[in-house]
Every structure is written in C-alpha cells, then in structure tokens.
C-alpha cells in the first residue's frame, strides 16, 4: 500500500467533519458561488491586513501612532474589493482599538532573522524578478551570490521577522505510512499582559457572538506554536461604541490538553485518509443533509450542486453556470 499523504488546515478539517461533500466542492474542486460576496467577511479580511501593518511596525520598534502609518497608506489606496463606505468603517473602528489597548496592549514577538539577497547602490530587498541594475534573471542572481552577475554584487543580509501573519506546515505524523501536516496561519504571536507567551487571534463580527473557545482552529494553534494561551480578539463593527466592541478572551490551554488532541486529531486524520481514499476510489464523497442550512443565517453555499441533480450532466451543468475555481488558500 502506497504511503497517505495528507496535508489539511482547521478550516478543512472542521468542513470533512460537518460535510464530506462540501469539503470535496470547496477544497478537493475548488469551487466557490459566482456571486459569492460576502462583504461581513472582506470587512473582516480588510481589518485582519490593517491590524497586520500596525502591529508589524509595533514589533519593529515603532510608537502606537507611528506604527498605524503603513495602515492609513494602504486604506489611501483603496485597492481592496469593499465598497468605500465599508472600507471607511472598518479603518475608524480599527484605529478606535488602536486607541484603546495603545497603552496596555500585547507584545509581537520576533522571530529568527530571515536571509535575504540585496543589491544596487542601496541595498534594497529585491522582491522583483530581474535585478534592476543588469536585468539577470532573480533565481540566478541570489544562486550566484557575491559572485553574481550583477554589477552591484549582491550580497545576504538578515531582516528582522516579527511573528505576525506568519503561516506554518506542521508535520502531524511523518511513518512509512503517513505523513500528515497540518497548516494554518497564526494573526500574532505575542508576549501578553500576564508575562507568558500565547497566540492572539482577531475576530472581526457585525454581529456579536462568543466563539467556542476550544475549537479546532484554537486546539491547533495551541499544539502547534506549543503555548497555553490563545486570546479571541473580538472587534465588533455594530454601529455604536461600547463595552461589547472591543472584547478580549483568552483560552487556556494545558500540556495535557495538548497531548491529547495531537492523539486525537492524528486519528482525525486517519479517518479522513481512509475516506478520502474510497471515495475518489469510486465511492463518492457522502452529502450530510444537517449540513445544508450553513452557520449564522448563510446556507451552504452548495446546495444548487447537491439538491435534486441527480445525473452528472446536470451537475456539471449546475457548476458551470452558478459557481468559479476560486483560488487556492495556502499559509505562506
């Protein structure tokens, strides 16, 4: 028997456990509805990436009001799909949290310096793909190093990494058998109030709700970064401000926990393999009905695909004109 090769994220984990179809159509096809904009959610995104410039800039050294500069620079561009009045929204209500924890906020930590080739008479990054001086190809310039084709001699220099937005591929089991990773991608890793080191995950919600602290998601990135805390870093975008909007939960979590959800999601993972297996086998990914009326108001997304189409032609009909390929999520 060939060896299993699985590599999941919370997300997929937490769809094969609710849908085994839906993860097929949403993760194994990759399909997404044509019109499948949801704006509390870009809302949500477009926070996420304000947060990430700010606190970038918090790990790098930089004061409260000079660290939300690189956030109001890329609001001024207005290069994100969000309508101007959503986008205004979220960047007051943000720059309102910045206000609020400025004083008594977490601490980014840093990571190991990341190695970079630079070059040119400023020894900026290059990120591009030719070098600008000579126009050789990126991969052969930073091959060849110091003896590089390019005039200005590249050379390797270390950046600072602060441990925000950072993605991770954590091998869950690596046998003759299996190699499970699992992946994901953690907002902040911080030095909190309390002293200890933890994980602080920002949870952006038009409407309030409290989350399950011990939930897939939070189980792996406790496990994974090997931390007893993870802190739920509410921001609500209800209209008006008040003890509810800014909200901060922290979830502890123990070594024992720990060790015995690593067992547990290795066996997830073993189910899943074998699943997965008969299904693409020729079995078919099984639909779970219970599913179908989706969280918070939202049906799933799919229901035109699996709801009285029971030929292929009519499917794949079904596919073509109500939903995309949309594009592939990974950590990095």
Not at 237 to 261: C, G, M, N, P
Not at 291 to 302: I, R
Not at 310 to 317: G, K, M, P
Request: glycine share 6%.
């Amino acid at each position: 028997m060939s060896r299993q090769i699985l590599v999941l994220d919370s997300s997929q984990i937490a769809t094969w456990g609710e849908c085994n179809q839906q993860w097929n159509l949403k993760y194994n096809e990759n399909l997404t509805s044509n019109n499948n904009i949801r704006e509390d959610m870009a809302q949500g995104t477009y926070g996420h990436k304000l947060l990430e410039l700010y606190y970038t800039n918090i790990a790098l050294g930089q004061k409260p009001v000079d660290a939300w500069h690189d956030a109001n620079e890329f609001h001024a561009k207005g290069d994100f799909p969000l309508s101007i009045a959503k986008r205004e929204f979220v960047h007051k209500r943000c720059w309102e949290y910045v206000g609020v924890y400025c004083q008594n906020d977490f601490t980014p930590m840093m990571g190991q310096p990341e190695k970079r080739v630079i070059f040119g008479p400023h020894l900026s990054s290059m990120d591009h793909e030719v070098c600008l001086n000579c126009g050789a190809n990126r991969e052969k310039v930073i091959a060849q190093g110091e003896a590089g084709t390019c005039p200005q001699n590249p050379q390797t220099r270390e950046f600072p990494k602060p441990l925000v937005e950072q993605g991770f591929s954590y091998p869950l089991l690596d046998t003759p058998e299996y190699l499970f990773v699992l992946e994901g991608r953690i907002d902040v890793m911080a030095t909190l109030n309390n002293g200890s080191a933890g994980i602080v995950d920002h949870k952006f919600q038009g409407r309030e709700r409290s989350l399950y602290g011990k939930s897939i998601q939070f189980r792996n990135y406790a496990m994974v970064l090997d931390v007893n805390f993870v802190v739920i870093n509410y921001i609500r975008l209800h209209q008006a401000i008040s003890e509810k909007t800014f909200v901060r939960e922290t979830i502890y979590f123990s070594s024992l926990e720990k060790a015995l959800w690593r067992r547990r999601l290795i066996e997830k993972y073993k189910i899943i393999a074998a699943q997965r297996a008969l299904a693409f086998a020729g079995g078919g990914f099984e639909k779970e009905e219970s599913a179908c009326s989706g969280k918070f108001g939202y049906p799933c997304e799919f229901t035109k695909i699996c709801n009285d189409n029971f030929d292929l032609v009519s499917i794949q009909a079904v596919k073509e004109q109500f939903f995309k390929k949309r594009e592939v999520w990974k950590p990095w």
